[in-house]
């Protein structure tokens, strides 16, 4: 399974299935606040990733004859990234609200071809400009942004966009290179869990453990498991063939399946607006695979 590569259309629905999993992490993430710092929270997802995964992987044979060092350099760029990017978002959202942040980090679906043309050259399709045009529109409405007033948390949100950008560009430019998905995944989550646990040793004090809500021990493992190892190695294997730009369009259905699973979980209602925002951004997301497709192909 690690050797054969994947058509087109099952790499979008992985991805659709990936965006699902993250749209839930906005659930495990505030589930694992209640008894965590940013920092802590984000150093303890990662690490865990790596703890939980790596004695299963490597007790395998097949799994210890596919490790390759290479898949550990490769990782090293997009874990820093990554690590950093959730914890820019973190700290904005202490500062800013749920809609702004929603919306600004969806600017990453902008910066993604913009960088890429930038800095390597990549091609800048009118038709990809048109979709990402219209999901943002339907971010706007689904977060229900009605302000323009900026602090201090938008500008770290917008950090985190740009940083989230370069993360997908990166592992566009380096999955196809990659030996094993699982393991690119496994090894990106050990060095996303560096700035943050860093952060954490310098900054905050340490997590009274004994006192730790069941909430957010659910929360962690959700995000360890399912936002972080499966939903990044579906990430991994789908940019070995989807362009980078296409990718950073599907992304953003964690948009829509974020504030169903809210209403689910938190009780969280939908206006008519959200509602139709959420169909926006799932005829653009259709629509740039429509658009996209002989070249992902």
Request: net charge positive; with cysteine.
């Amino acid at each position: 399974m690690e050797h054969r590569q994947i058509s087109p259309n099952r790499a979008v629905a992985e991805l659709v299935f990936a965006a699902s999993l993250w749209g839930f992490g906005f659930i495990a993430l505030k589930w694992g606040l209640l008894s965590f710092t940013p920092f802590w929270l984000t150093g303890l997802r990662f690490s865990l990733t790596f703890l939980l995964a790596a004695p299963v992987i490597f007790l395998s044979r097949r799994m210890r004859r596919s490790a390759r060092t290479l898949d550990f350099k490769l990782s090293i760029v997009p874990g820093l990234l990554l690590g950093l990017t959730l914890i820019l978002q973190t700290y904005g959202l202490q500062y800013t609200s749920v809609a702004k942040s929603g919306f600004i980090t969806c600017l990453y679906a902008v910066f993604v071809p913009l960088l890429g043309w930038l800095f390597w050259g990549n091609s800048l399709r009118a038709q990809h400009l048109f979709w990402v045009f219209l999901s943002l529109c339907g971010a706007a409405a689904i977060c229900e942004v009605q302000s323009l007033d900026l602090n201090i948390g938008d500008g770290y949100t917008f950090l985190c966009a740009i940083v989230a950008a370069f993360q997908i560009l990166e592992v566009g430019r380096t999955a196809h290179r990659t030996h094993s998905p699982l393991l690119f995944t496994l090894w990106q989550s050990a060095w996303a869990s560096v700035p943050p646990l860093v952060g954490a040793l310098l900054m905050d004090p340490w997590p009274d453990l004994s006192n730790v809500h069941p909430l957010s021990v659910a929360g962690i493992l959700v995000l360890s498991l399912g936002a972080t190892l499966l939903a990044f190695g579906i990430q991994a294997r789908a940019q070995k063939i989807l362009d980078s730009s296409i990718v950073s369009l599907l992304f953003l259905l964690e948009s829509p399946f974020g504030a169903a699973f809210g209403y689910v979980f938190l009780g969280e209602l939908l206006s008519r607006g959200q509602l139709a925002g959420g169909v926006v951004i799932l005829l653009a997301a259709l629509g740039s695979v429509l658009t996209d497709r002989p070249r992902a192909a």
